[in-house]
């Protein structure tokens, strides 16, 4: 069955152009006008991913995405303009996982979009018979990539597929530091790049969520200038 995607722009001209490149891939579209419309459609049928622009009527990318976390953990790309990098450390700090600039490649979209969805697939461990070997336990930490599933403490924490591949990096070797090139590669692969607030922005995020269960939680620890790591 065809991955489907969710594509939200105001802007016509950008939802032909990259419905015909993505479906030329093999991918499922629906597109939308606006977050409301967008909204209405992804509560009714659900989608694998989706791409959102961030300025749109109605229903801004920023509310539309607050609005989708309250009930789904899909990867989630935001098509921002230049002059929005306040918009952008905003959406990554909401649980966005990726951002990507316009005017834009689509070449390099669709690779965005292939890497976040493969991650997917990795993290929830689909295609691979279940092993011992996909949960990783680290003291209270407890991460079930079979299930996509994150629990500290015995409380269950909902992470995104970029926040539940950093946290396995970083817990997987404790006590080593991962710098920001490094994470980079463990939750977007090694050809794809992003720049380093993206990083600082996902970290953030983590560290409210599992403060949210735990407010003297400390595990992920930042060396500046350096990068993190999970303490042991």
């Known amino acids: 069955m065809a991955q489907t995607i969710a594509l939200v722009d105001d802007d016509r001209n950008i939802l032909t152009s990259v419905s015909i490149a993505l479906e030329a891939e093999g991918y499922e579209v629906r597109t939308y006008g606006d977050g409301d419309e967008a909204l209405r459609g992804i509560s009714s049928r659900p989608v694998d991913m989706a791409v959102l622009d961030i300025k ?24 921002t303009s230049k002059d929005d990098e306040t918009d952008e450390l905003q959406g990554l700090r909401m649980g966005a996982d ?6 834009f490649s ?4 669709i690779e965005r979009i292939k890497t976040l ?3 997917t697939e990795l ?3 689909k295609g691979t018979a279940p092993d011992p070997g996909q949960t990783l336990v ?13 629990t500290w403490r015995g409380k269950e924490i909902d992470l995104t597929v970029t926040e539940f591949l950093l946290v396995k990096a970083l817990a997987i070797r404790p006590g080593h530091v991962k ?27 983590l560290r409210k969520k599992f403060k949210a269960v ?14 993190y790591k999970y303490r042991e």
């Open 117 to 119: 969805l493969r991650r």
């Open 179 to 205: 710098n920001r090139d490094q994470l980079m590669d463990a939750a977007y692969g090694e050809h794809i790049y992003v720049d380093d607030r993206t990083i600082d922005s996902h970290i953030k995020r």
């Open 138 to 150: 680290r003291g209270d930490l407890v991460l079930d990539g079979a299930r996509h599933l994150c």
């Open 214 to 227: 735990d407010e003297d939680f400390q595990q992920i620890e930042t060396l500046y200038g350096v990068g």
């Open 98 to 103: 990726d951002y990507i600039t316009k005017p």
């Open 56 to 79: 749109m009527p109605r229903m801004d990318g920023l509310e539309l995405l607050q609005r989708l976390r309250q009930t789904t953990q899909m990867p989630i790309i935001f098509l």
């Open 123 to 125: 993290a929830q461990g």
């Open 106 to 109: 689509q070449r390099l979209l």
